[in-house]
């Protein structure tokens, strides 16, 4: 009896032995496996993170589609969506959107609108610029601006420092309406006007400002309707 308890006892050892070494080689098995499972979503996730990390400003309000173009690629902004340095922001006749950066600037785009972030850093050394391809947008301007700022055109560059001010790009020309503040808009031709508050300029294909006049009633709250969202 004794030998066979001691034999059974063997058996049992071995037995437990077994087990453990399978457990134990199972447990590492799936502990490799969500390792390598994470490293790969986390190699995954870098570019998006490093990606956020270089946005510039969100979308604070949106009516309609818009799309935003980078290296050629479109995607879909949306409340709360990033933008980035080289953007081109792209709205439809039924759309608008605006933008707060990361400094405080509002970017209010209108509809029927094409607009490049050519060159947004706040805080460097040369001025920040957007390329009004086609169509109008507000800009409320950050005092961080101490550089200046440009808002260029095919026809004109209107050049401000903490201003409030609408620009309008067209095909005859374009169009710079200061609500506050004071915009200095150079034509391609080589003249520049001064605009102060509730005074604008027109300036044609020609790249010739018009001589600032006061806006009427009428043209203002055209200009600055189709650049606000409710």
């Excluded at 440009?150 to 020309?173: F, K, L, P, Q």
């Excluded at 609500?179 to 080589?190: H, I, P, S, Y």
């Excluded at 005074?199 to 294909?205: H, I, L, R």
Aim: proline share 5%; hydrophobic share 45%; with cysteine.
């Amino acid at each position: 009896m004794r030998r066979l308890w001691n034999c059974g006892s063997c058996k049992v050892a071995e037995m437990q032995r077994l087990f453990h070494g399978m457990f134990s080689y199972r447990f590492r098995r799936l502990t490799q496996v969500a390792a390598s499972a994470f490293w790969l979503f986390f190699a995954a996730a870098l570019p998006a993170l490093a990606q956020e990390a270089d946005s510039v400003g969100q979308v604070v309000r949106q009516q309609g589609p818009v799309t935003a173009l980078r290296a050629s690629l479109p995607r879909s902004l949306y409340l709360g969506a990033s933008v980035f340095p080289g953007d081109r922001i792209v709205t439809t006749s039924a759309a608008k959107v605006e933008i707060e950066f990361s400094d405080g600037t509002l970017l209010s785009v209108g509809s029927d609108t094409d607009v490049e972030l050519s060159d947004y850093t706040p805080g460097s050394r040369k001025p920040g610029a957007l390329s009004l391809l086609l169509g109008i947008i507000r800009t409320k301007l950050s005092i961080l601006w101490t550089i200046g700022f440009e808002v260029r055109t095919r026809a004109a560059i209107a050049s401000v420092r903490a201003t409030d001010w609408v620009t309008e790009a067209r095909d005859d020309g374009t169009a710079v309406f200061v609500v506050d503040g004071k915009v200095a808009v150079t034509g391609t031709a080589g003249a520049t006007v001064v605009l102060g508050p509730g005074s604008g300029t027109d300036v044609g294909v020609d790249g010739v400002p018009a001589p600032p006049k006061t806006w009427n009633s009428t043209r203002v709250d055209d200009v600055l309707g189709r650049t606000r969202l409710p």
